[in-house]
Each structure stands twice: as structure tokens, then as C-alpha cells.
């Protein structure tokens, strides 16, 4: 690259021949760099989310020098910078309530920094997400490396994901898990650096990246610490260099096609509901919006075609063995998109391959290993601006179901009385907490797994209709309605459910509906309810009577949307 197009594509400072380009130079200089690297290289930023506070992020610091090894080898200028990083466990009160602000942090970064280019190193569930949000309003050429998944665990002397998490809780609430047992699980559910072990939120958005063409060709599913993904990474760093070079810009991959086709992906492998809200945060930043009735006809037509856990049976590493997302990409040849672009700068028609067939974990159109609507996009007087069921992950007997409902307002009401012996419940009741969206949570923390009462545990009751304005681990499964909007405490019907109201589910329909009377309903709205609410915001929804006093919880509090339009603030998406 000659230093003219460095200096038109964002490297200026670099090639500035006045007072600014000669102090850049000469700090660079001082750090061993030579007068030639840096003014003659394209500069490309690694943004790296590496922590101590992030487990799943912890080998980014090493996969960064290979990508350094591959910018170096193509003739670019490596310069690594660090960002806030978000562990989903680490995080209080959810990774959520900060995805904005990395997303923030990286855009800044991007766009104030020498580069003409960037790799975007990320992993545990919101950090590619709001990395990917940061480089679309950003604009210059980007590349993603997911920091993959960690190994196994085993139990009992059976391989383990993440996923087994659940019902071994369970066990412990109903006394058949031991405290040795307990112990025990603390040491073996985690083995190892790199995001869950399973189809969840981390690997979903994986995948969501490489079909959006934001990451190279079969780079999503490869093991954390495997040589497999540190050629990847020097692969990544080679890529972004031809990428500067030509100039190609996320708005120019991120396409409504490659929106269609990873929304298509998430459907195909069973993937987390957070991505529906990733999407059309990340949709948003480029002045784009993902309609529902759109994505519901998308859901419509994509069948399940990896039989990956949750949803499916087998692991990550099955899937990869079958030829990863490029083999996925060419099952989908039929209904996808084909011309958009995929992360080697060529189109998914000639990146697509034909899967392996070694572990027989891909399946094909017409016989498919799961049906299709794996996502079932709700609406109805309950969720006026719509919800969002995993419908691969619920129980088919309860997806037409009508149920009394049990309210809880949080999650500390949750926790106090879900066990209790007297709770008023029964295995068709309907399981309702609200207060923790976007606003309520805020930043719609992962609860809305809600547990099943233990005195329906002790009679077998596996799963109920589950219903709030939260949000799900993509590592969780169960007939759990989420997303609610408008949340409760903004306003939505959410808010004004009493015990005992009858709500009605039908995913044949699309349907969520609070089965009581309008007049009964403006009553209810006009004496108040359990909200934390008052004043106007821009959007039209209500915010908190007190906001926050200072900082960022403010500038959440007054400026996050809802969850139909991904939950990022409303100054940062882009007007087309």
C-alpha cells in the first residue's frame, strides 16, 4: 500500500509530513520501529478485550501475536490496544448492561486512532456483538476472531457442556445433589480458557460474525487453544491487510442479505435467542431494521440442520468435524443468499463448501434433523412490540397453552419465594417476572430461565411457560418467553398482570395475550402498578421517576431502547 492511499484511508498521521506526523512517528520510533515500517505499512489496530475478569477472553493476549505474525508477513503494522472487556459471570448487574459501552470504546478507539484497519478480538457473549456494533459505526475495515471454545468438561464420566449446568442446579435445590457433588462441579465445570462449550450466546455470535462475513471462513467453531486457531489468527492478520487495502468497509459486507443469512444460521444450528437482539442492535448502526415479520418468514424456512447441543445432541466439535459454517453455508445454498460477501472477500457462492459427513452432525433441506420456526417471533396484547420464543428448545406441548398466572416483580422476589411450600402453583400455571429489562434489570439480565417451583420439581414437572422482559442463557432450554416489549418498567402491559390472569401462548399464531378485559386493563394502569417509571423519554417509553444521578447508568437509564430495536442507545444508530 503506497503511503498516499495510507494517508487517504486513515493511516494520515503516519505520512503527515508537519509538527502531528512527525511526534506519531518519532513515539513509534522510540518504542524499535523503523523510519520504513512506519511510513510505509498500512497500520492496522488489533482491539483486544484480553482480562483477568474474563475467563472466556483469557488466550486473546497469546492469539493476538499470531495475528500479528499474519499483518507483519502481509506487510502491515501491528498496533495493539486494549478495550473494556465483559464476562458474563463476572458482571453485575449483566454483561448486557455494558455492551454499549465496549461498543462505545471500540468505535472511539477505531476512529481516533492512525489505522487502516482493525481485528476485533473478542469472546464471551457481548464482546463480539458490541465490538462488531463499535467497527460498524466506525467504518473502516474489520475483521473478527472469536476466541473459541474451551474443552470439555466431563461428569460422572460422561463429556459435559455447559448446558448440564441447569438440571444439576435443579438437583441441588431437591436435596439430590450432595454438598461433595456441589464441590465437585465447581472444579470440573470449567476446563480451560475460551467461551461455552455449546451452541450458546459466544459461539452463536461466532457464527453470526463468519456469516456476516466479518470473519474468516470456518474460523467459529475452532478450539480456543488448538493450532487450529492460532493459524487462524495469523490467517485473520494477513486477511485484514488485503481488506485495508481494498478498502472494504463493514457497510459494505454487512448487507440485508447477510443479515437475512445470519438470522437463517441462528435458526439452522439452534442457536441463542441473544442474537435476535445483537442483530438488530448491530442492523441499527448501519441505518438498517430487521422487521419481524420478516425474520418470522426467514424462521419459516429455515430447518434445523445442526444437531448441536442444546437443541441438538452433539458437540461443537462434531460440527466443525462436518465442515463448520462453510459447510452449513453450502446446505443453505437453496434459500440463502449466496452473493453476499464472506470474510476472504469473495462471495458465500464461491466460499460455500459441501460438509464432510464424518460425524454426521449436518443435515440437509429436505430431511432436516430439526423442524423449522426453531425462532418463534410473538406479538399480542402482552407483548404489544413483541417477544421472542426458542421454539427448538420448548416443550411442543406447551406452545398452545393458556395458564394462570404467578407474577414476580424481580428477581429478588424470585429468589424468596419460588421454593416456598405455600406458593400458589401448579404445572399449568404460568411463570411471569417482570422489572428486568432493559430499564428494569437494567440491562435485561440472563434470569429469565426462571426455575421451576421445587414442589413441581419433586413431582417430575421438567418444564412451564415461562414469561419475561429478560433475557436467556443461549446455553438454556425450556418453553421460555422472553424479550417482552415494552418491558414493565416502561409501560408495557408486562406491568399490570395480576396473579391468577389468564395468559394465552400460541406459537401456531404468533401470539402472546393477557387474557383480560380492556376497561379492566385501563383500570389497572389508571391506579398504578409495580413499575419504576414516570417520565417521557425521547422514544416515547417511560424511564425512571428518579434517574440515576451521574455517569453511565444515566446516560443508560435516558437513552437505551427497547428490545425490539436490540437494546442500543438511541444516539448511536445510524438514520438512513
Known amino acids: 500500500m503506497s503511503q498516499e492511499s495510507t ?13 502531528d506526523g512527525l511526534i506519531t512517528r518519532a513515539f513509534l520510533r522510540g518504542a524499535g520501529l523503523s523510519a520504513v515500517t512506519v511510513r510505509q505499512r498500512p497500520v492496522i489496530g488489533i482491539a483486544n478485550t484480553w482480562s483477568e475478569l474474563n475467563p472466556c477472553n483469557a488466550g486473546l493476549r497469546e492469539l493476538a501475536q499470531h495475528v500479528k505474525r499474519g499483518i507483519t508477513a502481509a506487510g502491515g503494522l501491528a ?3 486494549p478495550t473494556i472487556s465483559l464476562a458474563e459471570a463476572f458482571t453485575r448487574p449483566s454483561s448486557m448492561y455494558l455492551r454499549n459501552l465496549l461498543a462505545m470504546d471500540t468505535e472511539e478507539m477505531i476512529t481516533a486512532s492512525p489505522i487502516d484497519g482493525v481485528v476485533l478480538l473478542g469472546g464471551c457473549d457481548k464482546t463480539l456483538p458490541a465490538q462488531l456494533m463499535g467497527a460498524a459505526s466506525a467504518g473502516k475495515p474489520a475483521l473478527a476472531l472469536a476466541a473459541g471454545p474451551r474443552p470439555l468438561s466431563t461428569w460422572e464420566g460422561r463429556p459435559m457442556a455447559v448446558e448440564n449446568l441447569w438440571p444439576l442446579i435443579d438437583q441441588r435445590r431437591t436435596g439430590d445433589l450432595s454438598d461433595s457433588d456441589w464441590s465437585r462441579l465447581e472444579g470440573c ?7 461455552c462449550n455449546v451452541m450458546g450466546t459466544a459461539v452463536t455470535m461466532a457464527v453470526v460474525a463468519e456469516v456476516l462475513g466479518m470473519a474468516l471462513p470456518g474460523t467459529s467453531l475452532l478450539p480456543a487453544s488448538s493450532a487450529q486457531r492460532a493459524a487462524a489468527a495469523e490467517h485473520t492478520g494477513r486477511a485484514i491487510v488485503a ?3 481494498a478498502r472494504i468497509t463493514p457497510d459494505a459486507v454487512m448487507t440485508t442479505g447477510a443479515f437475512d443469512n445470519a438470522f ?6 439452534g442457536g441463542s435467542t441473544n442474537a435476535v437482539i445483537h442483530l438488530q442492535a448491530l442492523a441499527g448502526r448501519l441505518g438498517l ?6 425474520l418470522q418468514k426467514l424462521s419459516d424456512t429455515t430447518p434445523m440442520l445442526a ?7 452433539r458437540f461443537l466439535h462434531d460440527f466443525e468435524a462436518d465442515g463448520g459454517v462453510p459447510a452449513l453455508m453450502g446446505r443453505l445454498r437453496e434459500i440463502a443468499d449466496m452473493t453476499a460477501m464472506s470474510g476472504d472477500d469473495r462471495s458465500w457462492d464461491e466460499t460455500a463448501t459441501d460438509p464432510a459427513s464424518i460425524a454426521g452432525c449436518l443435515s440437509t433441506l429436505t430431511h432436516p434433523v430439526g423442524k423449522a420456526r426453531s425462532l418463534v417471533m410473538l406479538r399480542g396484547s402482552l407483548a404489544p412490540d413483541g417477544a421472542l420464543l426458542k421454539q427448538s428448545a420448548a416443550d411442543p406441548g406447551l406452545c398452545r397453552h393458556v395458564g394462570r398466572a404467578v407474577v414476580f416483580d424481580g428477581v429478588d422476589d424470585l429468589r424468596a419465594r419460588i421454593d416456598h411450600p405455600d406458593l400458589e402453583v401448579d404445572a399449568t400455571s404460568v411463570l411471569v417476572l417482570r422489572g428486568t429489562g432493559p430499564l428494569g434489570g437494567p440491562g435485561m439480565p440472563e434470569v429469565g430461565h426462571l426455575p421451576i417451583p421445587r414442589k413441581l420439581l419433586e413431582q417430575g414437572v421438567t418444564d412451564m411457560v415461562r414469561i419475561s422482559d429478560a433475557r436467556m442463557s443461549g446455553t438454556a432450554t425450556g418453553t421460555v418467553v422472553l424479550h417482552v416489549a415494552p418491558e414493565a418498567a416502561a409501560g408495557g402491559p408486562l406491568a399490570f398482570v395480576r396473579d391468577g390472569d389468564l395468559i394465552e401462548l400460541d406459537t401456531a399464531r404468533n401470539t402472546l395475550d393477557l387474557l383480560v378485559d380492556a376497561t379492566e386493563l385501563k383500570r389497572r394502569r389508571l391506579e398504578g402498578g409495580p413499575r419504576h417509571h414516570g417520565l417521557q423519554r425521547k422514544d416515547g417509553t417511560e424511564r425512571s421517576a428518579v434517574p440515576p444521578a451521574r455517569g453511565y447508568a444515566r446516560l443508560f437509564a435516558e437513552h437505551v431502547t427497547q428490545a425490539d430495536r436490540g437494546c442500543d442507545f438511541d444516539f448511536l444508530q445510524a438514520v438512513r
Open 264 to 269: 437463517r444460521a441462528v435458526c439452522a444450528v
Open 243 to 245: 481488506r485495508a487495502a
Open 307 to 313: 444437531d448441536v447441543k442444546p437443541s441438538g445432541r
Open 79 to 81: 498496533l495493539e490496544f
Open 289 to 294: 431494521r430487521l422487521n419481524p415479520e420478516h
Open 7 to 19: 494517508h487517504r484511508i486513515g493511516g494520515e498521521l503516519m505520512s503527515e509530513e508537519g509538527p
Open 189 to 195: 465445570l470449567s476446563c480451560g480458557v475460551g467461551t
